[in-house]
């Protein structure tokens, strides 16, 4: 295996930098000014991310492809890191949209095509009931909150270096086996070791330990994890993951935000997975924001049976834009056209045609890397096998190769996920996006390795 040359890494990195503010002077006029106004910039701090010395401004996007202020075109395999999943501005979204603003945004109502959603997810993901809120995170919290309600427990389990959105409780990890506070974590309200159990992904012992004293109203779980590079359940893990909570009388929230990108159903529907509750967001409205959670026919009655309807308004779940009917007929218009079985049989098989690329590159340079896919999601890592947990998976991130790989590639004209090397497949990208990709690895790689 070819070990990297740091010091040759640091000078790509440099020239790559130069490169970079050469190209676009109209995005950096833009953000000095933006820096006037906006903290640091930029409207929403993950935006300060990105490998360059500052965002690349967007003039317009379509599908697969984006314009940035300085008329260069890019292939984009981030897609708002899953939100733009279908594709940017989808035709049957935009119409969607633009008929229901027509016709009223939000209204505190329901409207008559919130009962086809609702339907069309208990049919992909098997749970009867559904409610629709804004993010992800609201969907995981909302969750979390009725889990505690109504098993009368106040811990929660979660894996290593998840994440579930901006949910307090989720902001911890381990050191050395000894859990804390995950690095970077703003103003906690409160200490998370004091809410949470935290155990590392695919450790079943680990797991029947946490859960015994059955003090833990909910596990909170990826199917398999993806905001720390794809880490894969173990056969049978899911099995006996599903057994060990039900024994324990513990609730088991899937959450497939990320995962949806395995089928139309997530990997719920692809793999029979049975949870008690289930969360959703990012791309299911088409990239206007909206999200559900799902449960199922014992949840709804305890949830009735532990709740006051005179008190629904101030419960800690729900929000005067939940459930609005732009929202409504963007998830509509979204499941009926792009998160389809056909959509999923093409950008799936470009993925595999992107795994193969990457994998081909990787091998030939003798690189300590590997590349796993799940669905139409790809990614590549710095360290020669695939990772069992988020703990594995985290020991191998390179901070400096990661940005001189974005860096590279954004310069050549290819948008990566900024938070890790992760390629998603739009539906109407084609064969020839995907190999630009391949050719765009192989010259940065090579430039690398020399």
Not at 93 to 109: E, K, N, S
């Amino acid at each position: 295996m070819i070990m990297i040359d740091r010091n040759r890494l640091h000078h790509l990195l440099e020239a790559e930098l130069i490169r970079f503010e050469y190209e676009h002077p109209r995005s950096k006029a833009l953000y000095e000014q933006a820096r006037s106004h906006l903290h640091e910039g930029v409207p929403m701090n993950w935006m300060v991310r990105w490998a360059g010395t500052f965002p690349v401004f967007v003039k317009e996007a379509s599908g697969t492809h984006f314009t940035d202020v300085d008329g260069k075109k890019y292939l984009d395999l981030c897609l708002g890191d899953t939100g733009a999943m279908t594709g940017h501005a989808p035709a049957a979204v935009v119409d969607a949209a633009i008929a229901q603003m027509r016709r009223g945004l939000t209204l505190m109502l329901p409207i008559e095509e919130v009962l086809w959603v609702s339907e069309e997810f208990s049919r992909r993901f098997g749970l009867p009931y559904w409610q629709i809120v804004l993010t992800a995170t609201d969907a995981n919290r909302f969750a979390i909150r009725l889990a505690r309600q109504i098993t009368g427990r106040k811990k929660i389990l979660i894996f290593n270096w998840c994440y579930h959105g901006t949910v307090d409780e989720t902001f911890i990890t381990l050191l050395d086996g000894i859990p804390q506070a995950r690095p970077g974590n703003l103003g906690p309200a409160v200490d998370p070791t004091l809410t949470t159990k935290v155990i590392e992904f695919n450790d079943l012992p680990a797991l029947e330990a946490a859960l015994a004293p059955e003090d833990v109203a909910c596990v909170l779980a990826e199917p398999v994890m993806t905001n720390i590079g794809i880490v894969h359940p173990d056969p049978g893990y899911h099995d006996a993951l599903r057994e060990i909570t039900r024994r324990t009388g513990t609730l088991l929230i899937i959450d497939e935000t990320h995962t949806i990108c395995t089928s139309p159903g997530g990997y719920t529907q692809a793999y029979g997975l049975q949870p008690d509750m289930l969360t959703l967001g990012k791309p299911i409205a088409g990239g206007i924001p909206a999200a559900v959670y799902g449960f199922t026919q014992e949840v709804a009655e305890r949830i009735r049976a532990n709740t006051s309807v005179d008190l629904a308004d101030t419960g800690g779940i729900g929000g005067t834009l939940a459930g609005n009917a732009l929202s409504v007929a963007a998830m509509k218009a979204t499941l009926q056209h792009s998160l389809t079985p056909e959509s999923y049989k093409h950008t799936i098989a470009l993925a595999e045609r992107f795994e193969a690329g990457v994998a081909g590159i990787i091998r030939e340079k003798q690189l300590p890397w590997h590349v796993n896919r799940l669905g139409c999601r790809v990614e590549y890592w710095f360290r020669p096998t695939p990772p069992r947990n988020g703990g594995e998976a985290a020991a191998a991130i390179d901070g400096d190769l990661d940005r001189y790989l974005h860096l590279a590639s954004l310069n050549r004209g290819i948008l990566m996920t900024p938070f890790h090397n992760m390629a998603l497949i739009a539906p109407d990208a084609t064969a020839s996006d995907i190999d630009f990709h391949t050719d765009v690895f192989r010259e940065i790689v090579s430039a690398l390795v020399g």
